[in-house]
């Protein structure tokens, strides 16, 4: 087990009517809120009139439009806006987007340097924020409960997600499965495959050794949205399976379940950060399609792990496989639930449109310095990964 | 899925040499800090000199001789001195028993009315303490990350375990895995039986529901004490080892494996409390003792959800089993587990006398008014499940 810290000063209020808490948590916070959002679906839903009722009291600035994948414009927009207003408190309401944003934000108002260069660069961690809190409208990123948010430059096809520090961690979080009632079955099928992704950058990630609790809970989450994805599928209202999703993302990427490991490659991630800020497609839907390809290849050099990933997720019966054979087995159960699900396998689903896309996605993942030497993943290796589900 | 609210600020340093950022993390606490420990153990390892050596800009109130069990006259002492050398922060250096003591004893130091029934009083919540720190030494009760804390009064045998509210939490705490290594095979075995025990009383406590994180995530924790205590009790300076039976402890009742799930009835913890009371014993040690006979009984009641614990924990083929039968076959293994690693499994072990302390541990719990009526367990009950173990 590596050394490690955990801190997370996060207060999650989970479960049906937690909103109602909302107007006595921001008691504290100051008179003027900063309320994000995004293209809209608070306002159909009814979930925005609640969140005013909720602030009744505060002076609200209202900042809706947040679009998934959040760029730097819409940002300094923001950022301009809670500035201007004297903003105490930023509230985001939405999906990981809006989430992420409200974080971003909070660090940028009180940051004084060209925010784009603070928010992409690894090396400088936000110091201060203003105070953020949050309220899940969307499932997958689990940001509402933790300090990490992903910016997009879509001028140069560059997608930083990134750990934003103590100073980022919302002070609480409001999360009604119910919320999430709404959410049609292909963004909730993104969402929940994001979380699995979220998850196997750190189960695979130190593959030559058991760790009894970490890989015990990593298991348990790709279960349940292997269970309840199916649930949510056929009856959207269904409670108990909703708040399995948003409890699964949620601990996918809390840190409990993967403390003591190592980060791994990240290479999925990387892969997909360029078709999203390329193709502008749902960030779960382009993993769903680079995930396999990726693992696949993985496999070959880890297939011990692969096989635990079959046996104790999919529970396979392995017994007369090599570990590879095994290991593979698991990653078509995997394919096999991508595909029931409704999530695209191909790159064309996502909007590529020739052969070029395969080369110039490939180019651009070395180009952006994002494939570590640890796997030997190159330009060669990605473009045949890439073809193959193209 | 209960609606809940997860909350725990508690930084965790956790790992080899993690002592060494004590120095750096006790900057912002004041000047005077009171350094409880028990029985001078740490004096004989070591650890105290490391301490001190952190401490070297502080001036340090030393209160050693914490005994297990802490009474509360220990506890008025304590705080005594607390509030004549107006000391700014505890720091507990030991096992469950010294760091539930500092919170105990920071949140006394800064009330003014009678401690005892201010600490035993679950409607009253400590609404401020002094900050907290802990570095543990000893495995099982989890204390160094959560709130809780246990407090004895040895004239009643009462021990009560409390919540003891935000103003509890320890602000960090230093877990080396390493300062573990010279802690005996019964201390050893006890503190990882607690952590067994902790994780029951959620597990069970939803036996109509199975809710995949949860369930899996308590699954992993009782696993990992199964496979990894019987490696640390052949190699007490197996890190990876004392490494995951500490995680395993603080996961257990750190919340996050059992969010949304009931607190169950918690009556062997009762009826070990009464044990320890009476008999002084390791707590571990006590509920190694009455908890397969409770279980024993509830199996009756739930057999369902002891099926998946006897497949899903000791991984026991039950395909030609009823429910019931499948039940008895895992609490059959645990007593197994339990022998095997050198833990008591009769009250004459733990100091009982005679068949009077079978009636009176059960007429003390009935007294206590500590069964609650889900149940079915009264005085009968209690009395048989006492015998069968005498």
Tied chains: 1, 2.
């Excluded at 940002?75 to 004297?86: G, H, P, S, V």
């Excluded at 009894?212 to 269904?238: F, S």
């Amino acid at each position: 087990m590596l050394n490690f810290e955990f801190y997370n000063p996060t207060r999650n209020l989970f479960g049906k009517g937690s909103l109602e808490k909302l107007h006595d948590l921001m008691e504290n916070y100051g008179q003027n809120i900063l309320f994000l959002y995004g293209g809209g679906s608070i306002k159909r839903n009814g979930i925005f009139d609640k969140v005013m009722e909720q602030l009744r009291d505060k002076n609200v600035i209202e900042m809706g439009g947040v679009e998934s994948n959040p760029t730097l414009d819409t940002l300094r927009r923001c950022i301009a806006r809670c500035r201007e207003e004297k903003a105490d408190m930023v509230l985001g309401v939405g999906g990981g987007s809006v989430m992420d944003s409200a974080k971003m934000v909070a660090a940028g108002a009180v940051y004084d340097g060209d925010v784009w260069d603070f928010l992409a660069n690894h090396d400088q961690l936000p110091q201060k924020a203003l105070p953020v809190a949050t309220v899940v409208t969307m499932v997958g990123t689990g940001s509402e409960v933790n300090q990490n948010f992903v910016l997009t430059n879509p001028q140069t096809c560059e997608k930083v997600g990134k750990n934003g520090g103590d100073a980022c961690f919302p002070q609480f979080a409001i999360c009604d499965p119910e919320y999430t009632y709404t959410v049609g079955p292909y963004q909730t099928a993104s969402g929940a495959f994001d979380t699995i992704a979220h998850v196997f950058e750190h189960y695979f990630a130190e593959a030559d050794q058991y760790m009894p609790i970490q890989d015990g809970m990593q298991e348990a989450i790709i279960r349940a949205v292997i269970t309840e994805l199916p649930r949510v599928l056929e009856e959207p209202d269904h409670y108990e399976a909703r708040a399995n999703l948003m409890w699964a993302a949620q601990q996918a990427l809390f840190g409990i379940a993967d403390m003591g490991k190592g980060h791994g490659e990240r290479v999925e991630h990387k892969m997909e950060h360029i078709l999203s800020a390329k193709y502008n497609c749902a960030h779960g839907a382009g993993l769903a399609v680079v995930v396999p390809p990726f693992r696949r290849y993985m496999c070959k050099l880890q297939p011990k792990k692969y096989r635990q990933f079959a046996e104790n997720v999919f529970h396979l019966d392995c017994t007369s496989l090599s570990d590879y054979e095994a290991g593979i087995k698991g990653i078509e159960a995997l394919e096999a639930f991508i595909h029931s699900v409704g999530l695209p396998t191909t790159l064309r689903e996502l909007g590529a449109s020739g052969p070029d896309d395969v080369e110039f996605l490939a180019s651009e993942l070395v180009k952006q310095g994002r494939v570590t030497k640890g796997t030997g993943i190159g330009y060669n290796e990605l473009k045949e990964m890439y073809a193959s589900v193209y």
